[in-house]
């Protein structure tokens, strides 16, 4: 409420929601990271963007993109240029920024929760024989590959734009290629955080917290436990991944 951005106002409330009834356990006088303190006001932006971008989206969907227009009514044809995708482009270009930061906020998180240094006495990489087993280890550096490759991803699609066909499409939208680069840096995005939840329903079992959570965050935990089972030793789980990234796709975490 002190900034009134909308975007950090949704996202704090979402926090709080989702926190309302948890007991966390450490020493709460101790300043936490930038990445477990500001998440309002940095995934704030990327809120409000993707809010905004409905009525663009709906306006596209419902107008006309024809070349030429044809007036129904006295047969006249007008050569028009309204296939031209700009906003859309442009809107896309946008969420992969917005995607890009989310990464790396997700990259930030699994670093405090596999680290000892960080993690408020849970043991190294979330494995109770660390020096037996890997555990977290492969997937916080999955992780990082995937901040990565969405950063990459994450540049412009709209500014590549060449002349081609005789210059008749001597400057493109490349409203698809923006599409398509945004929905790959969706599905990236999508199995990083599904990781992070798993590494985090992890260290809530390591402490025996499930009875510390509110009640929302247990209905979170409930959901990644129905498909990912609490990792004792190594084990493959790229199943578990691509289960708890269904779950977020279909909206159920």
Known sequence: D????P???????FIREHLAGSKTPGDSARQGCYS???PPQGLGPAWEAFEDARPVIEREINSANDNPLIDPETGALY????FYGGHIARLLDTWKLD??????WANALMAVLVDPKFNNGLPPNLVSEAGVN???KGMQLSVTSLACAIRQIAGPSSIHSLPTEEYNQDVVSL??????????ALECLRNEVAMVLIAAAQAVDLRSATAKLGTRNRRVHAAIRQVSDFLE????MEQDVADVALLIAGGEL
């Open 36 to 38: 477990l303190r500001c």
């Open 99 to 104: 995607f890009a930061v989310m990464a790396n």
């Open 79 to 82: 050569r028009a240029g309204n």
């Open 134 to 136: 890997s555990g977290f």
């Open 175 to 184: 409203g698809m290629h923006a599409a398509v680069t945004a929905l790959d």
């Open 233 to 236: 030793r190594d084990r493959p």
């Open 7 to 13: 975007g950090q106002r949704n996202v704090a409330a």
């Open 2 to 5: 002190m900034k009134g951005h």
